[in-house]
């Protein structure tokens, strides 16, 4: 993580705290500058910050305390504040067993915060899966997350890559409560504002034309 913010040279602005904001990304640099503000933020707010994402796979385990009914195969604590987990990349296939496991930890972590001191809980969940099968993963992984954690005081980010979506899942997105980011002209855009922009564009050339 420490080599990984050296690199990082846009600026980029604070997630506000206790958002759930979707980030797609169209490559990973982009992933990292924005998971990396998102993290910083996190540290200077005293936040326990997590980042969930697709690690070894199943044959790889190691441990053996990973390979009983679980879908977490490493957890490192890189910093007294910093969580690093890897997942198993076959549990994406599962979303209702993802997401649950994903929220015993959110739990665990919750009572972690408040154990420590922490002023509140930050994490990010990386989404990796086929084309046609992202859209209805992502959606249901934000609504189990972000329901069953109201209580708490926590803010989230997941981060799913373009071109698991096609182009009318992308705009179903801008449809969404959720506020949803992505990358256009070297800015990072909120995707309602960028619809209507490209809206408001084409009404404009038709009344032109």
């Known amino acids: 993580m420490k080599e ?6 846009l600026p980029i602005s604070d997630v506000p705290h206790g958002d759930h ?19 910083r933020s996190g540290f200077r707010r005293n936040d326990l910050c997590v980042w969930i994402t697709p690690g070894m796979k199943a044959k790889e385990y190691t441990d053996n305390i990973f390979k009983e009914n679980t879908i977490y195969v490493n957890h490192n604590s890189c910093s007294a504040n910093f969580n690093l987990v ?10 209702s067993l993802f997401c649950n496991s994903i929220l015993e930890l959110i739990e665990k972590k919750q009572k972690y915060v408040l154990k420590s001191g922490f002023n509140g ?17 992502l959606k249901q992984c ?6 069953s954690t109201s209580a708490m005081d926590l803010t989230t980010l997941f981060t799913c890559p373009m071109d698991s979506l096609s182009s009318s899942e992308v705009l179903e997105l801008a449809d969404g409560r959720e506020k949803t ?4 002209n070297g800015m990072w855009t909120d995707l309602v504002d960028m619809v209507s922009s490209k809206c408001m564009k084409q009404c404009s050339l038709s009344h032109t034309c």
């Open 121 to 137: 809980l930050r994490i990010n969940v990386d989404l990796i899966t086929n084309q046609g099968q992202m859209l209805p993963f």
């Open 86 to 95: 890897l997942v198993n990349p076959e549990i994406l296939s599962n979303v």
């Open 181 to 184: 980011i992505l990358k256009t």
């Open 21 to 39: 904001i979707t980030l797609v990304y169209k490559n990973d640099d982009d992933a990292l500058d924005f998971v990396s503000s998102f993290l």
């Open 142 to 147: 934000r609504e189990s997350i972000i329901s």
């Open 4 to 9: 990984h913010s050296r690199k990082i040279g």
